[in-house]
């Protein structure tokens, strides 16, 4: 069982910037993907961006340009570092980790995008 804790959301105003973090109780390394996901009010779960252990990162093409998927092995963390925010980047966002046979979710953190 691996425990994911995320942190870091909060309200920011448009064009503002704010970095999620998502601290892995497990090394990162054993895990295939990690990444983020979010979920507006009324909608789906959606991908927003991942990183393998090998550090090959991909993005939802919503965010390409806009939010960096990094991790620090040190720390079993991985960070989602979300600039030039918009309105509709406003939901909770999850952090996602998956291993052969499982996949782990964070309890989520609330990211708003309002003035």
């Known amino acids: 069982q691996v425990q994911l804790v995320e942190s870091g959301g909060g309200l920011v105003q448009p064009g503002g910037s704010l970095r999620l973090s998502c601290a892995a109780s497990a090394n990162i390394f054993t895990l295939n993907v990690m990444g983020w996901y979010c979920q507006a009010p009324g909608k789906q779960r959606e991908y927003v961006a991942s990183i393998t252990n090998t550090g090959n990162t991909n993005y939802a093409d919503s965010v390409k340009g806009r939010f960096t998927i990094s991790r620090d092995i040190a720390k079993n963390t991985v960070y989602l570092q979300m600039n030039s925010l918009k309105p509709e980047d406003t939901a909770v966002y999850y952090c996602?980790?998956?291993?052969?046979?499982?996949?782990?979710w964070g309890q989520g953190t609330q990211v708003t995008v309002s003035s």
């Open positions: 996602n980790a998956r291993q052969t046979g499982s996949t782990y």
